[in-house]
């Protein structure tokens, strides 16, 4: 019997100040606003405004380095690690190998069966709670704490509980080798249009 994943679009929820979805609109990928707003002060906290002030001449210049810099990890070998993925309605696991550093938003991209059960509707930039996934508490501790905007959406997202992340915002690395993660049978879709 097939599964059925519902999307509700509940509330229009902005991040901080709205500056990702500002960036977003503007074409840049979840790393590359990952990386603009890590290069101010106020990191995820930076204001529209200030964003603005550098001028789109000064803001592609800022891109031009963060692609740079992700281009230059890219190139670093990476080792595989293992996911273990629960699919609801689904009695077997689905395993996958990723590599070092890739989160469950790349693992939709490269495994198209994901996309049925993780929409991903922001692009990775936690702003939707569509990659919403419960980790199993034997690997939750492991994983780096969530950013506050990363909690804040957990919060809004369907059948939350204490183990629940983002899954754009998980860097799947050896200590998590092996990661068994569950999708919930619903999500909510909170990414304004
Ligand atoms: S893809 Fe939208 S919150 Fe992760």
């Known amino acids: 019997m097939p599964v059925y994943r519902f999307y509700h679009q509940t509330s229009r929820w902005m991040s901080k100040n709205g500056n990702k979805e500002y960036l977003a609109a503007l074409g840049y990928s979840a790393g590359e606003i990952d990386g603009i707003l890590k290069a101010f002060p106020s990191g995820i906290y930076t204001p529209v405004s200030e964003l603005k002030m550098l001028g789109p001449v000064g803001l592609n210049s800022l891109?031009?380095?963060?692609?740079?810099?992700?281009?230059?990890?890219?190139?670093?070998?990476?080792?595989?690690?293992?996911?273990?993925?629960?699919?609801?309605?689904?009695?077997?696991?689905?395993?996958?190998?990723?590599?070092?550093?890739?989160?469950?938003?790349?693992?939709?991209?490269?495994?198209?069966?994901?996309?049925?059960?993780?929409?991903?509707?922001?692009?990775?930039?936690?702003?939707?709670s569509t990659c919403h996934v419960i980790v199993d508490p034997a690997f939750a501790s492991r994983l780096p704490k969530p950013e506050e905007s990363e909690a804040d959406m957990i919060d809004l997202a369907w059948g939350a509980t204490d183990t629940s992340r983002l899954g754009c915002q998980i860097h799947i690395t050896k200590e998590v080798d092996g990661i068994v993660v569950t999708i919930p049978e619903q999500s909510n879709n909170l990414f304004g249009k």
């Open 63 to 128: 891109v031009e380095a963060v692609r740079l810099e992700i281009a230059s990890k890219n190139q670093r070998p990476r080792s595989p690690v293992f996911v273990n993925i629960k699919l609801p309605g689904k009695a077997s696991m689905l395993k996958i190998q990723a590599l070092e550093g890739d989160t469950f938003y790349d693992l939709v991209q490269s495994h198209h069966e994901l996309n049925r059960y993780l929409e991903c509707a922001c692009k990775g930039i936690a702003a939707c």
